[in-house]
């Protein structure tokens, strides 16, 4: 099953939410995107806010300290950048603060164990919170990715994933291979939570670039859809790829071509070949009665380009939306 409401809101989050979150019990992480410094285009703090408030008030949001140098490349950094983007009003654990751990990873060809913050063993369930979106090297940004690349460690986690030798050239590793090694990376973290995992994923400013490009990303010019949940972590990335795929009037383009060109859909394969979940799936519109509809149906009405909405019109949104 997963789920979709066209609801880009506070309410819209929290009813899906709804949707998923039984699994989640004891000590919750939410792994979320928290954003370069002043990223135009990460889910929007006001709206995780609430859902914090009102669903997960014990709940801590997780996050690694970055490979390249950046906002967020140290701990010290990082905590600055959580302070500029308004993260201040729940607990903000920066896992490899305190060093790492390693997971195994069963059944892949590139890992045998994949290295993690040290404090993500410190949790019982996991919230995956994702802005799906393009990316760079990955052709796009789903649970996957924000799992795979945003659980492992900023050093060498990330550098397993990225790099034969971080040394020499520390973006060595694209394509088909960059995509089978986040999928097992991701497979480390889901299988050390067993079915305490559950998946949300906002498809709304859809940059073709990662929010880790910060105010450097590219212009968003693909439709905002909605948000989509699921227990699986396969078929939510799956469906919120199919609904690029049928955007009308070409709304899908600059999404498909950033896909398509980094090989991203080799993510999906792999997931799949790895056990990871399923390619099929129901699609559940709870705007309307939980009926079941296609990719195609859940997009047909979306006009094509892209219009900001009240986080979008200035800089800095987040501090002037600090209420």
């Known amino acids: 099953m997963v789920y979709f409401t066209r609801d880009l809101s506070p309410e819209g989050l929290k009813k899906i939410y709804d949707r998923v979150s039984a699994p989640l019990t004891g000590k919750i992480a939410i792994k979320l995107h928290t954003g370069e410094a002043e990223g135009p ?12 408030k009102e669903r ?12 390249y140098e950046g906002s967020r490349y140290t701990t010290e950094a990082h905590r600055e950048t959580l302070k500029t983007n308004g993260w201040t009003f729940c607990p903000v654990d920066i896992t490899d603060e305190d060093g790492v751990a390693v997971l195994p990873v069963k059944g892949g060809k590139w890992f045998d164990g994949i290295h993690v913050g040290k404090n993500m063993l410190g949790y019982d369930s996991l919230l995956t919170l994702t802005h799906f979106k393009g990316h760079t090297m990955g052709g796009f940004g789903g ?10 460690d900023g050093r060498i986690g990330k550098g397993e994933i990225h790099a034969y030798d971080v040394a020499e050239n520390m973006w060595s590793i694209d394509m088909e291979e960059l995509m089978e090694r986040i999928s097992e990376s991701t497979k ?44 699986d972590i396969l078929a939510l990335d799956n469906a919120c790829v199919d609904m690029i795929y049928n955007l009308p009037d070409g709304g899908g383009n600059a999404m498909i071509e950033r896909i398509e060109t980094r090989h ?14 399923n390619d099929r799936y129901i699609l559940i519109d709870i705007d309307n009665a939980d009926a079941k509809i296609t990719a195609a149906e859940a997009v047909k009405d979306i006009a094509p380009g892209w219009e900001p909405d009240e986080y979008n019109t200035f800089p800095g949104r987040n501090k002037i939306h600090a209420k």
């Open 143 to 152: 649970s996957n990715k924000n799992i795979g690349i945003g659980c492992a």
């Open 264 to 277: 991203g859909l080799r993510q999906l394969s792999y997931m799949k070949e790895l056990g990871m979940g």
């Open 41 to 52: 285009n990460f889910i929007p703090r006001p709206w995780v806010k609430e859902l914090y």
């Open 56 to 67: 997960l008030p014990e709940a801590t949001i997780i996050e690694t300290n970055t490979y």
């Open 188 to 231: 480390g973290t889901i299988d050390y939570f067993k079915d305490h995992t559950s998946y949300i994923n906002v498809m709304r400013n859809m940059s073709v670039s990662c929010d880790c490009e910060g105010v450097e990303a590219e212009p968003v010019v693909t439709p905002d859809v909605g948000i989509l949940a699921s227990l």
